[in-house]
């Protein structure tokens, strides 16, 4: 659940705006009329995110700022003002605020600016720690693995992360390097400072530059007043540049002085601006090569690699990925409101012969499409998706309960639970991958399926119901003849 604070002495229309936007249960939001009842309500419940008005009754919101800096440097905060007070926002820009705003708000800014502010919020805060065993994989957010390449990550992050320099993280997309660099923020001198992400990738190389260093009023069409950027705007702080091997020549020799001097200067401005940010960067591309090929600046990259980290691909970090599928069956699980607790060895097979170009990320995705196809505690075989390099799509092959791996993971099941009644037991779980089985080949139709099973209609609604298994398909009258 994410808390909102809003802090205006006029909060009326606001705070219904924020309300429509970020609609409870998902969201918690309170209102705070003065400076001193918004630092009253953040020392008390730290919010995830604040709106602070420029213009309050008892204080200036630049003071109150302050003073929520002073707090928690990592809660970020988002101006509202109106037209008059955009000087004194670009002021507080300057000074590590997230963003500002004008009244009357526009719903669907304010929903992509706080929408953004909580992804920052819980980037910062929810803890990169590692998870070497499976006992430990519950923790959110944990770096999963014990393999020999993720051990030398781990020594790699502590020798890194206490010393103020530039790290280049490296690897293959979708291996983990955001968490990462999270963890190498999170153990740093700068952890309670503010922690930023930006994909080089994903923004247009024409606005790129100003999202990085901020432009003047009147730096091209468009620029209708001053932009603060994002290493301005993190002074203190910690940035990460994703796929910065993206990055457009024209932009790699700013990059290369900011290095240097901690100084740039905004799109279209004379005016020299000195920063203190620190720079962890990643990419899946070989920079080494790139810099020779003249794709990428070779001073940028040694400047970069001073110290660098390279992530392992799945295929090669052997059983961690039998603790990967174990972490990510228990939260997707949750999250999707499936019963799964465990998985098929077959199933477990085929995802441990898969080479996962995706990596990680792909894995995600191959694990949520099974769970949602899923019925009853076991991840059977049938249920993933064709995997990478597959040459058949085995859900389309009969796979029968019948199976000798499947009936010795419904016994394994059974037998690790604290119960004596085992046969009942044996038998409610065969009856979770019958039951559905045979209801998906009628087609919902119970009667069938109880003909089907040899048993009566009343008998398979009974044990339906005991399963809490529910039918897809409404029975209706013709049905029953």
């Known amino acids: 659940m994410a808390h909102l604070l809003l802090i205006d002495d006029d909060p009326e229309l606001v705070a219904e705006q924020v309300r429509s936007a970020f609609p409870t249960p998902v969201h918690r939001f309170n209102v705070a009329l003065t400076g001193a009842e918004g630092l009253k309500k953040v020392v008390a419940d730290p919010p995830a995110v604040v709106l602070l008005d420029l213009r309050l009754p008892d204080q200036s ?8 800096r002073d707090l928690d440097a990592r809660i970020p905060v988002i101006f509202i003002t109106t037209a008059k007070g955009a000087d004194a926002a670009i002021e507080a820009m300057k000074l590590g605020a997230y963003d500002y705003m004008f009244k009357p708000l526009n719903l669907h800014e304010l929903r992509r600016v706080v929408g953004e502010a909580l992804d920052v919020a819980d980037r910062m805060r929810k803890p990169a720690v590692v998870a070497e065993s499976t006992v430990d994989t519950d923790v959110e957010g944990a770096i999963i693995g014990s393999c020999a390449a993720m051990r030398e990550v781990y020594k790699a992050i502590g020798r890194v992360a206490g010393q103020d320099v530039a790290v280049l993280i490296t690897g293959e997309t979708g291996t983990g390097k955001e968490l990462i660099a999270r963890a190498i923020y999170q153990h740093s001198l700068r952890g309670k400072g503010l922690f930023l992400a930006l994909n ?5 190389e024409n606005l790129l530059e100003s999202e990085l260093f901020g432009h003047e009023k009147g730096a091209f069409t468009g620029a209708d007043r001053r932009r603060i950027g994002k290493f301005e705007q993190c002074n ?20 290369l002085r900011l290095l240097q001097e901690q100084t740039f200067e905004r799109v279209g401005g004379n005016e020299t601006v000195r920063t203190d940010v620190r720079l962890i960067a990643a990419t899946h591309h070989d920079l ?3 810099s ?3 794709k990428f600046r070779s001073d940028l990259y040694y400047r970069l690699s001073v110290f660098t980290i390279h992530l392992p691909p799945l295929r090669e970090r052997g059983d961690d990925l039998s603790m990967l599928v174990q972490h990510y069956l228990r939260r997707f699980s949750r999250e999707l409101g499936r019963e799964v607790q465990e998985i098929a060895p077959e199933a477990l097979e085929r995802l441990h012969n898969c080479s996962w170009p995706g990596n990680i990320r792909e894995l995600q995705s191959i694990l949520k499409q099974a769970l949602l196809q899923a019925r009853g505690t076991i991840l059977l075989s049938a249920f993933l998706p064709k995997l990478p390099g597959e040459t058949c799509d ?11 791996s499947s009936l010795e993971a419904i016994l394994a099941l059974c037998l690790s639970a604290e119960q004596g009644d085992l046969y009942a037991e044996a038998h409610r779980q065969l009856d979770r991958h019958l039951l559905p089985r045979v209801l998906d080949e009628t087609d919902g139709n119970q009667l069938q399926a109880a003909l089907r099973l040899g048993i009566g209609r009343e008998t398979l609604r009974r044990r339906l119901r005991e399963l809490g298994l529910h039918v897809s398909r409404q029975v209706s009258a013709d049905d029953d003849k």
């Open 61 to 68: 919101g630049l003071d109150v700022y302050q003073r929520i």
């Open 200 to 204: 080089c990738a994903a923004i247009p």
């Open 236 to 255: 203190g702080g910690t940035i990460f540049l994703d796929e910065i091997g993206d990055m457009p020549l024209t932009l790699q020799a700013k990059m």
């Open 288 to 290: 080494k090569n790139d």
């Open 292 to 294: 020779v090929a003249g």
């Open 394 to 404: 085995p859900a389309s092959e009969s796979t029968s309960v019948a199976d000798d």
